[in-house]
DNA sequence: TATTGTTATACTCTATAACTATA
DNA sequence: TATAGTTATAGAGTATAACAATA
């Protein structure tokens, strides 16, 4: 259940395409997940521990619980993807981390995000400049 | 956990801004459902019976099972946003539609969902148009 | 007393398998 | 026999509340 579009009663041309884009990247990614074996929450949070982070630190970033992350990493180390390490600063604290396995996981899951790979590659150096530029500016950022 | 970006370990600016935007839009989506008592699933269903469709129908195109759409479609009838009603021509099919409170729900979610209301004021006519060409290019459509 | 993380619980999402009613 | 949809069931995601250990 990755399409989240068709939100607007009568979309305009620079509508559809902004939802048919989100749509493809979505379902994109929910395909290269379940390719490996992992669910969408998973692959959210294995693709966010490349460094070691605090578990709190990651539900914030994730808007989401903290048991919820609990409950998700228990499952992800009962299959050796990552590892909880005690943080010897405060006792209290547990870094999450990736395992050799975990990182093997990670690369083929980028392989088979099919979208990610494939998208930007059918536009010019030129056009990914505009559409960067076009892009922040929906955004609203700087 | 609208959260899906971060799956390239080193992204240039052009693939940087896409997870940007996709991510801005999952995470407005979320919070509009959120903010109107629906779940995701719940909120892509209601927004896809605008008009009548049958339940097998939908399915296919949601890319999940037949039953997950019974039971998502079960707690949204215990809510009166929609109502099945048999099929005449065949009486094995149900069709699927939007009650008066449930058309009330998709209008409050429109207002919530303050990315596709609010993104594209930022570009002008022209950048709009650029926009949909790009991401129309980036798709691999004609 | 406040914070980090877990456990207990309940509800939702999801798919598979078996089933009912109809074609 | 095939199809539309449901029911039963089990595993996973999610939040709230209560809890343990540490600061």
Same mark, same amino acid.
Do not use: K
């Given at each position: 259940m990755a399409l989240t579009s068709v939100p607007?009663?009568?979309p305009g041309p620079a509508e559809s395409a902004m939802f048919d884009f989100v749509d493809a990247y979505? %379902?994109?990614f929910e395909a290269a997940?379940?390719?490996n074996g992992l669910s969408l929450a998973q692959a959210c949070i294995l693709g966010r521990v490349a460094d070691p982070r605090g578990m709190g630190e990651l539900a914030e970033e994730l808007g989401c619980d903290a048991s919820n992350v609990t409950q998700i990493v228990t499952r992800l180390e009962a299959r050796s993807l990552v590892e909880r390490r005690a943080d010897p600063a405060d006792r209290r604290s547990r870094r999450l981390s990736r395992t050799? %396995?975990?990182d093997a996981a990670v690369a083929a899951f980028d392989e088979s995000f099919a979208f990610?790979?494939?998208a930007l590659t059918r536009l010019s150096e030129e056009e990914q400049g505009q559409l960067a530029a076009l892009l922040r500016k929906a955004l609203g950022d700087a």
């Open positions: 607007v009663a009568t979505n %379902q994109s997940a379940e390719a050799p %396995q975990g990610a790979r494939e």
